[in-house]
T-cell receptor, first 112, second 112 residues
Framework: DQQVKQNSPSLSVQEGRISILNCDYT??????FLWYKKYPAEGPTFLIS?????DKNEDGRFTVFLNKSAKHLSLHIVPSQPGDSAVYFC???????????FGTGTRLKVLA | NAGVTQTPKFRVLKTGQSMTLLCAQD?????MYWYRQDPGMGLRLIHY???????AKGEVPDGYNVSRLKKQNFLLGLESAAPSQTSVYFC???????????FGPGTRLTVT
């Protein structure tokens, strides 16, 4: 049973346009969510996060939106740049456990 | 300041052989994690540790053992390797109540 799902395995976007990556979860106990970015042959690196007490968190070109009623979060990248081309993972946690469940990832390709 | 390092980077094993993967960190983080990444499966938690001398099971612990004898090291052992354990293994650490995880560069393991 996959508790965190990223239903789009890949996404292509033109440079300068908006990239929207989606993530759905099933466990209502999750109260903290993170996005990681991964380049080939490297470990994932932290990008942005959001607590369940918020519905939006912004950091430069990156914004994460959380819709608790729909159990859905999304990552917006504006404007998209070729260097953003990577695999993006969302992750969720029930803070009481400090375990993190990751989605399957979305490969973003930003076309120059 | 090396952050999180993993040894070895690559390894090929025959079915039934054993090996130990080493994760070392110099950030004095309490929490350490072992994940495996497989195509279409994302990152799955194998085992984790909330402090020196403690370990706990993650989502896919079968076939693996771990030890955390020193705060800075987290060892992942395969007692009798199987082809299903062919994967890329990532170690991660995090500090206390903060959620951001820091990942190592990964170990690519092939079991033939």
């Amino acid at each position: 049973d996959q508790q965190v799902k990223q239903n789009s395995p890949s996404l292509s976007v033109q440079e300068g346009r908006i990239s929207i990556l989606n993530c759905d979860y099933t466990n209502s106990m999750f109260d903290y969510f993170l996005w990681y970015k991964k380049y080939p042959a490297e470990g994932p690196t932290f990008l942005i996060s959001i607590s369940s007490i918020k519905d939006k968190n912004e950091d430069g070109r990156f914004t994460v939106f959380l819709n608790k009623s729909a159990k859905h979060l999304s990552l917006h990248i504006v404007p998209s740049q070729p260097g953003d081309s990577a695999v993006y993972f969302c992750a969720a946690s029930d803070s009481g456990t400090y375990k993190y469940i990751f989605g399957t990832g979305t490969r973003l390709k930003v076309l120059a | 300041n090396a952050g999180v390092t993993q040894t070895p980077k690559f390894r090929v094993l025959k079915t039934g052989q054993s090996m130990t993967l080493l994760c070392a960190q110099d950030m004095n983080h309490e929490y350490m994690y072992w994940y495996r990444q497989d195509p279409g499966m994302g990152l799955r938690l194998i085992h984790y540790s909330v402090g020196e001398g403690t370990t706990a099971k993650g989502e896919v612990p079968d076939g693996y053992n771990v030890s955390r004898l020193k705060k800075q090291n987290f060892l992942l052992g395969l007692e009798s390797a199987a082809p299903s354990q062919t994967s890329v293994y990532f170690c991660a650490t995090k500090q206390g109540s903060l959620h951001e995880q820091y990942f190592g560069p990964g170990t690519r393991l092939t079991v033939t």
